[in-house]
């Protein structure tokens, strides 16, 4: 277990980044990555990962380390985290996990319990099914197979219909009787400072504007047709990051380019208004919460 930690939450463009910067500085801490879409390797710009100059500041973990074509999950960066860990990478410097993924953040000081390792080819396979079929005729099928894990997931949860399918044929046994094995938690919350950003809203639809034209000046574009080269499954959570449908369409000529960085500047806000609820009602006390 990590004893002594700083984590550092909130919603996209609130600051966490530099935040974590301006302590790791201070406090000579090691900065994790507790984002899903800063794990990518490709999308540098339009998922606002650090830049050379911020891992020049400080140590940086986690970030960019997965391929697009990979399908990564909470309790692969869990696993990520504690190899870090165990094999000394912190030694006697804070580290400071810092995202806006709040089931990393949940997994890290609750613990996450133990999901067995689904093949590739079932993964890929359900999601296939998932883009032909629709999530409520997946639905269905799990009401046959599992019935008890159908009736705790929404109809239209496509992507949590395919987990519990996958997991169920990969290991003979309900994704409910792997989540009923007690979790160990990785971080000590008694020895970890845990910070929520909460900025005030205009401030934030304004950070996020500024942010994406600086995107696309500095070639958001670029990287999106790099990773559309790669031919990859739409389904796969890279695929999803926001942005990439956008700039998309606008490079396949669909829409002109200033409707596309408008319409991933409106969905940007909106993903932002869902962090920032999810946040506000899973939080505990425990977490002080400030402005950036």
Do not use: C
């Not at 559309?228 to 606008?250: C, N, Y």
């Not at 960085?261 to 505990?284: L, N």
């Amino acid at each position: 277990m990590i004893g002594k930690a700083i984590l550092i939450a909130g919603p996209t463009a609130s600051g966490k980044s530099a935040l974590a910067l301006d302590m790791a500085r201070r406090l000579d801490g090691m900065i994790v990555n507790a984002d899903s879409m800063q794990v990518y390797s490709v999308l540098r710009l339009l998922t606002a990962r650090p830049g050379e100059a911020e891992t020049r500041i400080a140590p940086h973990h986690l970030y960019g380390h997965v391929a697009p074509n990979e399908n990564y999950s909470t309790g692969r960066w869990l696993r990520d985290v504690r190899r870090l860990a165990e094999t000394g990478t912190f030694g006697d410097r804070i580290p400071i996990f810092v995202g806006g993924t709040g089931l990393y953040f949940r997994a890290l000081l609750g613990g996450l319990s133990p999901m067995p390792a689904v093949p590739t080819e079932i993964s890929e396979r359900w999601r296939r099914t998932l883009a032909e079929q629709g999530p409520r005729e997946l639905h269905g099928l799990l009401r046959k197979r599992d019935p008890e894990a159908a009736l705790k997931l929404e109809p239209a949860d496509g992507q949590r219909i395919v987990r519990a399918l996958e997991v169920l044929e990969a290991s003979g046994r309900s994704i409910l009787a792997w989540r009923s094995e007690a979790p160990e938690a990785l971080v000590d919350p008694a020895g970890a400072e845990m910070i929520l950003l909460e900025p005030d809203r205009k401030l934030l639809v304004e950070r996020i504007e500024r942010r994406f034209d600086r995107m696309i000046e500095e070639g958001a574009g670029r990287e999106v047709e790099a990773l559309l080269a790669l031919d990859l499954d739409p389904s796969l959570p890279a695929m999803k990051a926001i942005g990439v449908r956008e700039i998309a369409a606008a490079l396949g000529g669909r829409i002109g380019m200033e409707e596309a960085i408008e319409r991933a500047k409106a969905a940007t806000r909106q993903y932002a208004k869902r962090q920032a609820t999810w946040f506000r009602h899973q939080m505990g006390p425990e977490w002080r919460r400030r402005g950036r």
